[in-house]
C-alpha cells in the first residue's frame, strides 16, 4: 500500500531542509509526498487570497493519512502551518513531529530550534483535554537518525491517529492556557511557579514579571498570506 504523507513547513525559512527529508521519504517504494510547491506557483497562489490557499491545503491533503510536521525556528508561529495540523485531525491524519533546524540551508548554515507547534493543540472528550503533543511524538531528524527511521515513525503517526475518537477529532483546537492539557502534576508545577513569580514580585527588588513576554500566547484569528 502507497503511504502519502503530506508535509507541512515554513516554506520561506525552512523549504532547504525539508527538501532533504523529502527527499529521504520519497527514496523508497510506495511512499508519497505532498504539499510541496515551487516559489513561483506559491507567489501565484497567495495573489488569489486565503480562500485560495485553504483550496491548495486541503487539495494537497487529499490521499494523504499523515501530516509530518517539519519543525524549524519560526514554524510554530506560522497561521497556515496551524491551519494545516487542525485540518490534518479534522480528517483523521496521523501527525508526526520532526525537529530539521539543524539541517544545512542552501548557505551551508544550521539554525536555532523553535518551539513545538504540538504543544500548542489540544482535544478533548469528556473533560478530558490532551495536547497534540502527548499523543503523537516528536523527533530529532540528526540525533533521532531520520533517514533510516522516517518510516517507522510515519507509520506510528498512522496508529496513533486511529486511537482518537470522533468527538476528539471534532474538538480539535488551540491551547486556551499554559496548563490546558497538562496532567494534574504538571498543571499544579505552573501554577506554584507563578505564585513563586508573584511572590518575588512583591517582596523583593527583582521586577521578574515586566520581564514576562505573553505577546507568544496571544491567539491569532485569522492567517495572512506571508504566514507560510
Do not use: C
Not at 510506495?30 to 504539499?35: H, L, V
Not at 501527525?95 to 493543540?121: A, M, Q, R, W, Y
Not at 482518537?164 to 504538571?186: C, P
Not at 507568544?216 to 484569528?221: A, G, I, P, V
Amino acid at each position: 500500500m502507497v503511504r502519502r504523507v503530506f508535509f507541512s513547513f515554513h516554506y520561506g525559512r525552512d523549504v532547504w531542509r525539508v527538501n532533504q527529508v523529502r527527499n529521504s521519504w520519497v527514496a523508497k517504494e510506495n511512499r508519497e509526498a505532498a504539499g510541496f510547491i515551487d516559489a513561483a506557483e506559491w507567489e501565484e497562489v497567495k495573489r488569489e487570497g486565503e480562500d485560495a490557499i485553504r483550496e491548495w491545503i486541503d487539495d494537497q491533503m487529499h490521499g494523504t493519512s499523515v501530516t509530518a510536521v517539519l519543525i524549524g525556528n519560526e514554524t510554530a508561529d506560522r497561521d497556515w502551518v496551524r491551519y494545516e495540523i487542525k485540518k490534518s485531525i479534522e480528517r483523521g491524519n496521523g501527525i508526526v513531529g520532526i525537529k530539521v533546524h539543524s539541517l544545512k540551508d542552501k548557505e551551508g548554515s544550521t539554525d536555532f530550534s523553535g518551539s513545538n507547534p504540538l504543544k500548542k493543540f489540544v482535544v478533548e472528550q469528556d473533560g478530558d483535554v490532551k495536547t497534540l503533543s502527548s499523543i503523537f511524538p516528536t523527533y530529532h531528524w540528526d540525533r533521532d537518525s531520520g533517514r533510516e527511521n522516517i518510516g517507522d515513525w510515519v507509520e506510528e503517526a498512522a496508529q496513533a491517529s486511529n486511537q482518537l475518537s470522533g468527538v476528539q477529532r471534532r474538538s480539535v483546537r488551540r491551547r486556551e492556557s499554559i496548563s490546558e492539557g497538562l496532567n494534574f502534576d504538571a498543571g499544579a508545577a505552573v501554577v506554584l511557579l507563578i505564585i513563586i513569580a508573584i511572590l518575588i514580585d512583591q517582596y523583593t527588588d527583582i521586577d521578574l514579571l515586566e520581564n514576562f513576554d505573553l505577546s507568544q500566547f496571544q491567539q491569532s484569528e485569522s492567517p495572512s498570506f506571508d504566514d507560510f
